[in-house]
């Protein structure tokens, strides 16, 4: 069912909250020419985890780094080349939703919200609700952005991600912590542990081995002396550059 409202009772009094940057929230710029802020990036790469090795996401996929390098190269990808291949297919979708969008000025904020739903869902046009599916593109067309705030800040799925989204549109909050700088370190204590509970299968152990100490300069604890040889071999750092 589509649902073109929200109920009051899940309306957000944004006016009681600070706009922290009015630049951000109130000037209009051509939609063809607008691209994704370097804060929204940082929002939208903290709901997303840097693995050195193959898993399994959530849709059944084999995925490694931020999701979008090869998971079956025999070595693990560094934290760069992951954030180049996530940040290629960011940009992928941003291409795809300027020309999708239905109006010809938006401002940095309402745009960055859109690309980050766009990104996490596949969709700008709705958002799911506990009762159906919210119409955005009609609040959008309306230009009844407070709507498309709450409609998004009631999505069902994802539900913190949402209401960041809703927030950076009205408010240009991006505030995270976590940055590039955690998920190397985040990625760090969980890759240790993993490796040395057993918790890796051969293929991961291969990626992850190698990938670790092309990231860090070191080995991982307790390897032997045929594997530090095998990951010196393979360990020259292989340099990517990102043509987004």
């Known amino acids: ?96 939703l300027i020309v999708q969008l239905p109006v010809r000025s938006i401002s940095q904020s309402q745009f960055d919200a859109l690309l980050s739903l766009y990104f996490s869902t596949g969709s700008w046009r709705t958002v799911q609700g506990t009762s159906g599916l919210y119409n955005i593109e009609r609040a959008i067309k309306a230009n009844q952005w407070k709507l498309v705030a709450d409609m998004i800040a009631n999505g069902s799925a994802d539900s913190s991600r949402r209401l960041k989204e809703a927030r950076a549109l009205v408010l240009a909050d991006y505030d995270t912590s976590q940055d590039r700088i955690w998920m190397l370190r985040e990625n760090r204590g969980h890759t240790v542990t993993a490796y040395t509970r057993g918790l890796l299968d051969a293929t991961q152990l291969k990626q992850v081995e190698v990938a670790y100490y092309r990231e860090y300069d070191t080995f991982l604890p307790n390897m032997s002396k045929g594997r530090k040889a095998r990951v010196i071999r393979l360990g020259t750092t292989t340099t990517e550059e990102c043509d987004c």
């Open 1 to 96: 069912m589509s649902i073109n409202n929200v109920a009051t009772n899940k309306r957000i009094p944004w006016e009681q909250y600070t706009v922290l940057d009015t630049h951000a929230t109130g000037f209009l710029a051509n939609t063809g020419g607008i691209s994704v802020s370097a804060k929204m990036l940082d929002v939208m790469l903290s709901y997303e985890r840097f693995r050195m090795y193959q898993s399994t996401n959530e849709a059944g996929k084999l995925v490694t780094g931020y999701g979008y390098t090869n998971p079956n190269e025999n070595t693990g990808p560094t934290e760069s080349e992951a954030y180049t291949h996530w940040r290629k297919a960011v940009f992928a979708k941003q291409k795809s």
